[in-house]
């Protein structure tokens, strides 16, 4: 791949690419950081992106890596040296298109509350599926897990969530 094919696909799914980022850390500053390390990463690896296959695929999987190895470097750390967590449990500040009502805007907050609290396993499985609305094959690969791996994370999510979010949807 080249400088300029790169450039194409910052342009192409940047956008994509750093929701999946806020998402999945819940917070601006490490989204941000995780983001610029996301095509940093491609960057010095531009020459193993086959231009061919699904470049987003590939810069989502490198953005799970990265996240993955920060919290658990945190964790590592905070093991021999507690500190204040700095990863993972501050509320998903994004931008979403503004609905009828403030009832409508609680209940995107409740069901953001639940994903974040959702172990890692199965926060990027609901992520990857629902937000950017990959196939279960697909994930699969992305995570070098298999198939069914993947439907049995999704069902205990699905589960987990719906669980937390009965009580409000449900009263």
């Known amino acids: 791949m080249t400088m300029k094919e790169l450039e194409s696909c910052i342009e192409a799914y940047g956008t994509d690419i750093y929701t999946f980022c806020l998402h999945l850390?819940?917070?601006?500053?490490?989204?941000?950081?995780?983001?610029?390390?996301?095509?940093?990463?491609?960057?010095e690896g531009m020459e193993r992106i086959d231009k061919e296959s699904n470049t987003k695929s590939y810069l989502l999987s490198i953005s799970i890596r990265i996240w993955k190895n920060t919290k658990r470097k945190w964790a590592w750390r905070?093991?021999?040296?507690?500190?204040?967590?700095?990863?993972?449990?501050?509320?998903?500040?994004?931008?979403?298109?503004?609905?009828?009502?403030?009832?409508?805007?609680?209940?995107?907050?409740?069901?953001?509350?639940?994903?974040?609290?959702?172990?890692?396993?199965?926060?990027?499985?609901?992520?990857?599926?629902?937000?950017?609305?990959?196939?279960?094959?697909?994930?699969?690969k992305i995570l070098h897990l298999p198939t069914g791996t993947i439907k049995?994370?999704?069902?205990?999510?699905?589960?987990?969530?719906?669980s937390q979010l009965e009580e409000y949807f449900y009263e």
């Open 78 to 140: 905070n093991r021999i040296a507690p500190t204040s967590e700095i990863v993972g449990n501050s509320a998903i500040d994004i931008a979403y298109e503004e609905k009828d009502g403030v009832l409508e805007d609680e209940r995107l907050e409740v069901v953001k509350s639940a994903i974040e609290k959702l172990p890692g396993k199965y926060k990027i499985i609901i992520l990857l599926y629902y937000m950017e609305e990959m196939p279960q094959e697909k994930i699969a």
């Open 25 to 43: 850390t819940g917070n601006k500053e490490l989204a941000d950081d995780l983001y610029q390390d996301t095509f940093l990463t491609a960057l």
């Open 152 to 162: 049995s994370r999704l069902y205990a999510a699905r589960k987990i969530l719906k």
